[in-house]
C-alpha cells in the first residue's frame, strides 16, 4: 500500500517495540508478541498490518476488519474482539496510531549533491530535484522549482516556476502553474492527551494526463492510497483539493473552489468560484455547482445546484418564484372607500 518510491519501510517489528510509551491496555489472557509489517486502514487491513477504528459506524466497520491488532475505545473493543483482530484499547485511537505510522515509515529525504541529468529536459535556474525522480523528455521546469525524491514527471510537461512537488505521479502533457503545491501533507488532525497533533500521511497525488492546474493551488497527498485528479481536467488558481480527494476525468473547477477530504467527482463535474465541498461528499457526473454554491449532502449526476446550504437551482426558483407571488398578494392596494367628510366647524357665538 505504501509507495516505495517515496517512503522507507522501517518494519516489520514486533507489536511491543510499537507500543513501547503508549497508554494502551490488552485484554487479560491476550499476547502481543506478533510482529506488524505496515499499518492500513480498518477495511484493507490484513493479518500483518496495525489499523485503528473510531467515529461512526463501529459495529460494521469492525465486522470486515482482517488486521492483526486494531487501536479501538474501550466501548469499541467487542466489536474488533468478535471479529479475531487484537484490540489495542486506548482513549485516543487515531492519535496513537499516528505514533506507530512514525515508527513504520520514513519519508525519503532530500540528499546534498548536484542535480541528476535528464535528457531533453529543460531545467531553469536554482531548481532542486531529489533523487531517483524521473523526468520525461520534452518537459520543462520554471526557475526555483523542487521536485522531491521519487516523482515521476510524464512527457512534454510544463512546469512553472517555484513549484513546489513531492510525493507525486504525473502524466503526459500535463502543466503546473507558478507557485502550485503537489503533494504536501494533508490537514489531518488527531486528538490526544496532550492537545491536537498532526497524522503522518503516507500516501501519494496521481495527476492524469492533459492536466491543468492553476497558480497558488495545492494539492494535499494522501493519508493512505492517493488524492487523484482525472485525465483532462482543469484547476483554475487558487483552488484547495484536500487529502484522498477523487477527481474525475475532463472536470473544470474556477478559482477558489475548495475541495475537502475524501470527497468522490465524477467525470465532466463543473464547480464555479468559491464553491466548497464538506469531507466525504459525492458529486455525480456531469454536475455542475454555481458560484459560491456549498452542498451539505451528495450531488446527483447532472444536476445544477447552487446557494448556501446548496440545492438544485430549478428547486431554488421555484421556492423565489412562490416567495414572490407571496409578497405580490400581500401588498395588493385594498379596495377604494368613499372618504368620510371631515366635520363643519361651529360657528361663533
Sequence with gaps: MVDSRFYKRLGPLSLLELLDGLDVDIPEGQFCDMMITNAAPVDLAVASDISFLDGKGAAKKAATCGAGACFVTTKNAEYIAKAGVLPLISQYPQADFSVVLGRLYDA??????????????????GVVIGDNAQIGSGTQIGPNTVIGPGVVIGNNCDIGANVVIEFSVIGNNSKINHGAVLGGAGFGVAKSADGAMDIPHIGIVEIGDNVSIGCITTIDRAMFGSTRIGDGSKLDNGIQIAHNVKVGKHCMFAGH????????????????????LPDHTNVGDGAMLVANAGPIRDVPAGEVWGGQPATPVREQLRQLSAIRRLVKAQTKPSQ????????KPKPSS
Design 108 to 125: 525519503l529525504k532530500y540528499k546534498s549533491g548536484t542535480n541528476q541529468s535528464f535528457k531533453d529536459v529543460n531545467i531553469g535556474r
Design 257 to 276: 473552489v475548495g475541495i475537502a477530504g475524501s470527497c468522490n467527482i465524477g467525470d465532466g463535474v463543473i464547480m464555479g468560484g468559491r464553491a466548497g
Design 336 to 343: 377604494k372607500t368613499k372618504p368620510v367628510p371631515k366635520p
